[in-house]
């Protein structure tokens, strides 16, 4: 079970590398000229 | 304008419309707690093989995750009111009929209904919220929701515990007031907020090549622990897996009308954070359903006081998703996002030091953390997503989100059972689901020493 446990940890990591990767709301323009959230702010 | 008006054009709209989508999470979160205590009573009842007992739960998550895409679209069709009432009368309908069942097979059926209620329910909450509230509070809104699921997640197993007193079916029926009750204030209440996307149909072809593909990949891990991986049925369903799946993808690349519209992923945002949330339902949801075998197992825990002990995991998300929520709102979500998955996998790594015998605390303290994380990932990053398309696409864009980490969400739980059930023998499995292990000890569990999380 710790095989499961250390694989659950990873994908964590991957997922907070794939989170730091986007583009931030500010910097983005999106599909049909929805604000993005800080702009609306 | 008084606070009960409940015109769309009201300041306080907002605040009934969020009432309503609370509603139906709470329905959700807290079937799925008090469901998984009440398995030990359900088997006895009920006469139910093991996998009959995991599929209960998975067929729900099946049902509502693949659904979830063609709720969206249909709500996109027809309006979300209708829609979301739609969802409620279905739930209850289904929680009825389960309550009734004689056998394993008629309460997996009438699972599949109820995921069908779900789907329509989980396809709709962000969309609606989305809808009426400004973009600067959007993420206050969305970590309220979460906040409610966290709740139902407290409450769900105590209250389990209370109502297997009374029978099983309880568990099931207990739902059919509260989800009439949320058909009735979201008739009452909800507006139609956005034009009606009329210019798609619906994509059959490519739900069906979803709902086999997935199923045939969660039936081949989960049943490949109980029945070995040379199965005919394990190998089956990794079969339709891989060649429906990317079929499936091609569908939706070349179809008229696909259910999952693959433009909304041009976005990088949103494709970015849409994978997020799949990671994060690949890394997170089986862990529940570890730690009521830990609790249930080595521990050595009555149903009721494993669900007690799970708690520290919705009371971190309970703290930390409205404030993150909040933080999102000044700060944007990127870090936010990125922090919560680093403290999940703190949390999850620190997980890995516990043994059988290992004080409670310990668990406690890294469910808590793990809980923390949660919050502070999902408001944000679902903020961040439903803002980043236009109003009229946030219904299926919603289902997207929904689907994706659902989908992460029942493989995970699938990939958990396959190692459980590899490193444990299939007696004492019974026995911990069943609920037999939290007695004195058989003659079977005497005779071993169980250790965690090795195995036994």
């Known amino acids: 079970m710790h095989m499961a446990l250390w694989v659950l940890t990873g994908v964590s990591l991957l997922g907070a590398a794939v989170s730091l990767m986007r583009p931030s709301e500010a910097r983005t323009r999106d599909l049909a000229g929805a604000v993005p959230v800080e702009e609306a702010a | ?456």
């Open chain 2, 1 to 456: 304008m008084s606070f009960f008006t409940t015109r769309a054009e009201s300041p306080h709209y907002k605040w009934w419309v969020l009432s309503c989508t609370s509603l139906g999470m709470l329905l959700a979160t807290v079937n799925s707690g008090t469901l998984i205590i009440a398995l030990p009573d359900l088997e006895r009842s009920l006469h139910t093989t093991l996998l009959q007992l995991v599929w209960v739960i998975l067929v729900y998550m099946i049902v509502s995750t693949v659904l979830v895409l063609t709720a969206g679209r249909l709500s996109d069709l027809f309006g979300r009111k209708n829609a979301y009432v739609l969802g409620f009368v279905a739930f209850a309908a289904a929680s009825l009929g389960a309550g009734f069942a004689g056998s394993g097979t008629q309460l997996i059926l009438w699972r599949v209904l109820q995921g069908v209620g779900a789907a329509f329910l989980f396809a709709n909450a962000a969309a609606l919220v989305t809808d009426a509230f400004p973009k600067d509070e959007l993420g206050l809104a969305m970590g309220t929701n979460t906040m409610i699921a966290a709740v139902g997640l407290v409450i769900g197993p105590v209250l389990g515990g209370a109502l297997v007193l009374l029978s099983w079916s309880w568990v099931f029926w207990f739902n059919v007031p509260l989800a009439l009750l949320g058909a009735g204030w979201a008739a009452l209440v909800l507006h139609e907020m956005s034009g009606r996307d009329d210019e798609h149909g619906l994509d059959l072809l490519g739900t069906a090549a979803y709902v086999i593909g997935l199923t045939g990949l969660v039936l081949a891990i989960s049943k490949g622990g109980l029945s070995g991986w040379s199965d005919d049925v394990v190998f089956g369903g990794f079969a339709a897996a891989i060649v429906l799946l990317p079929l499936f993808v091609g569908i939706e690349r070349r179809g008229r009308s696909p259910m999952l519209d693959l433009s909304l992923f041009e976005n990088r945002l949103f494709s970015a954070a849409s994978a997020a949330a799949f990671i994060n339902g690949l890394s997170r949801f089986a862990l529940m359903f570890l730690f009521v075998f830990y609790f249930q197992g080595p521990q050595g825990q009555s149903p009721i006081m494993a669900g007690l002990e799970l708690a520290p995991m919705a009371v971190g998300m309970l703290v930390s998703s409205p404030l993150a929520g909040m933080a999102a709102d000044r700060h944007g979500s990127r870090l936010l996002a990125a922090s919560g998955m680093v403290v999940g996998a703190i949390g999850t790594a620190g997980m890995t030091t516990l043994e059988a015998h290992t004080p409670y605390v310990w668990s406690a303290l890294w469910l808590l953390l793990v809980g923390i994380g949660s919050g502070m990932f999902n408001s944000p990053n679902t903020a961040a997503m439903m803002g980043a398309v236009p109003v009229h696409r946030r219904g299926i864009a919603a289902g997207a989100r929904v689907m994706l980490q659902n989908t992460g969400a029942v493989i995970s739980i699938a990939f958990v059972l396959a190692v459980v059930t590899a490193a444990v023998p299939k007696q004492v499995l019974f026995e911990i689901f069943s609920g037999l292990a939290s007695r004195p000890l058989s003659s079977t569990r005497s005779s071993r020493t169980c250790t965690w999380p090795s195995g036994c």
